[in-house]
């Protein structure tokens, strides 16, 4: 099969020369063939979401809404069919991935809810006889950049958002996972969306994410991925005075204090850690455990770790499935041999598994290490693969300096049954999202998604949040008094 661009409501062929294979992580299978776009296409696909634009901002929003209804209820409808595609493109087990579909159905109910709601604010005027408001206006046509572990709920939670509140857009998913936005594309086109509302060009990002961040009618650039590649889009959408919400790495930590449900503190820290393999935004990648529970913690963490299934996520019973691709496991067993020069104590994994049906995919074992420096670089840089690093600390206070020490501000948890210890540390955690006896993964879609620090530059994804990206505010004032009347003059 080979994958076309959905651009102004047709199925096209991108302008590029080559073609990509995509690969199912778990066994090597190619699954689809996609051709790389370039700038051209691009400019094909801006000008129909310009054109379309005008009209679907003149779409009242609980109408615009009702085509998200649609989306939702189709999404509903091939859980399952998504749900497969998306463990085969990207890996993570099965559950996941349903989970992950689940995530962007949601997204769909929640933002067509907001068709109806879209709350602007009406205030007193200073002047009588005057009357003042605002309202969130659309901005146009906007580009959308997604990464590969999250392939299709983090496009609903940027699409939607944008959609419902009068936007066009532009969606270059990644180049290792087209075929969710196919699917997704699919459905956009199914439930009669006007053509240019939704675009999909597919291709790398230093061609069609370059264009789309140089292009003068893209209004608003909304990126998800690395903190690496955030930096760079922020640099170029600066030089063209974008609009750039960034979301972007994390280096997420379990704090387990010595008043701890241990039990529950093992559960949530393996979800979180080796949950889509390590490859989550908010995946647990250190532990920072009180020093007088060190040694239980491990020995309980090494015990359910044996339990792990690792292999093709499409079977039921796996729980731990393959990494992206080779250069992944390269990238993480890179780093397992740095924590061993740094002098950390390996306690489990650290391995390629290439035994049996292994050995066609990519595939990393579980690594648990303790003993780790909590400025030495497995506990300061994303690894992103399933491998944590255990920190002991003698405080509440130590704990939360060791989670602040690093350069993102994702996600962090505390499991504690102490209430007074739980309040300081979601007051003090310097991170986004802070969870209390859950691990670090679990963010629901009706809060504010998104990181400080080093993670992002403001902007949240999720939520009412989300609109703040795709939203300008416009201030109104009608006067009624028949006569001119002077703000801050006219008041004595
Ligand atoms: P990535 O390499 O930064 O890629 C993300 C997206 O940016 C891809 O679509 C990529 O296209 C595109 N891109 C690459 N270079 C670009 C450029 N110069 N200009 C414009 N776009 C460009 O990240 P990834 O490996 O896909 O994803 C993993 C990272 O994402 C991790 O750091 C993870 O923590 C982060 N993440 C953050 C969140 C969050 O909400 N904070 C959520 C999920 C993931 P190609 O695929 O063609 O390279």
């Not at 046509?141 to 944008?162: H, R």
């Not at 647990?284 to 040694?295: D, F, L, P, Q, T």
């Not at 359910?304 to 691709?325: A, F, H, R």
Request: charged fraction near 25%; include cysteine.
């Amino acid at each position: 099969m080979k994958l076309n661009n959905y651009i102004n409501g047709s199925w096209q062929e991108g302008g590029g020369a080559e073609y990509t294979a995509v690969v199912n992580p778990a066994n090597g299978e190619t699954l689809c063939e996609v051709k790389l776009s370039g700038k051209s296409d691009v400019d094909e696909a801006v000008k129909a979401a310009k054109k379309a634009q005008k009209e679907w901002a003149l779409v009242p929003a609980p109408k615009r809404a009702d085509y998200l209804y649609e989306i939702g209820w189709l999404m509903k409808e091939r859980k399952e069919h998504l749900a497969q595609v998306l463990t085969k493109e990207m890996g993570k087990v099965i559950e996941e991935g349903r989970g992950e579909v689940q995530e962007g159905i949601d997204m769909a109910f929640y933002m067509a809810g907001e068709g109806r709601r879209l709350f602007g604010e009406t205030v007193p005027s200073e002047l009588q006889d005057k009357f003042a408001m605002s309202v969130r206006a659309p901005i146009g046509v906007v580009g959308l950049i997604t990464p590969w572990n999250f392939p299709v709920a983090i496009a609903t939670w940027k699409s939607f958002p944008a959609m419902v509140a009068g936007n066009t857009f532009i969606w270059k998913p990644a180049t290792e996972t087209p075929m969710m936005a196919y699917e997704m594309a699919k459905i956009f086109d199914e439930v009669g969306l006007p053509p240019g509302v939704a675009n999909v060009v597919f291709g790398s990002g230093g061609e069609v994410g370059t264009a789309m961040i140089e292009h003068p009618d893209v209004r608003v650039i909304s990126f998800t991925g690395s903190t690496e590649t955030g930096r760079s889009v922020a640099e170029l959408g600066g030089r063209h005075l974008k609009k750039v919400s960034l979301e972007m790495g994390g280096k997420n930590a379990v704090i387990v204090m010595d008043d701890a449900d241990l039990d529950l503190a093992v559960e949530g820290i393996l979800w979180s850690a080796f949950g889509t393999a390590g490859q989550r935004c908010t995946a647990c990648s250190r532990v920072i455990v009180h020093s007088s529970v060190k040694e239980e913690l491990e020995q309980r963490l090494l015990e359910q770790m044996k339990g792990l299934t690792i292999g093709d996520g499409i079977d039921e019973s796996v729980k731990v499935g393959p990494v992206i691709n080779a250069s992944a496991l390269e990238k993480i067993h890179g780093y397992v041999e740095v924590g061993k020069q740094e002098g950390a104590k390996l306690l489990a994994g650290g391995r390629v598994l290439e035994d049996g049906s292994l050995k066609d995919g990519y595939y990393y074992e579980p690594t648990l290490f303790t003993d780790v420096k909590w400025d030495s670089r497995i506990a300061q840089e994303e690894i992103f693969g399933p491998v944590i690093s255990l920190i002991a600390v003698d405080s509440l206070d130590e704990a939360i300096e060791v989670n602040n020490s690093v350069t993102y501000g994702l996600s962090s948890s505390i499991f504690t049954r102490d209430i007074n210890q739980a309040f300081r540390a979601q007051r003090d955690l310097d991170t986004g999202i802070v969870y209390v006896n859950a691990g670090t993964t679990g963010a629901e879609i009706h809060l504010p998604f998104g990181g400080t620090k080093g993670t992002g530059n403001g902007h949240r994804d999720s939520g009412v949040a989300a609109l703040d990206v795709f939203t300008e505010w416009k201030s109104i004032y009608v006067d009624y008094s028949g006569r001119l009347q002077r703000a801050q003059i006219d008041t004595e």
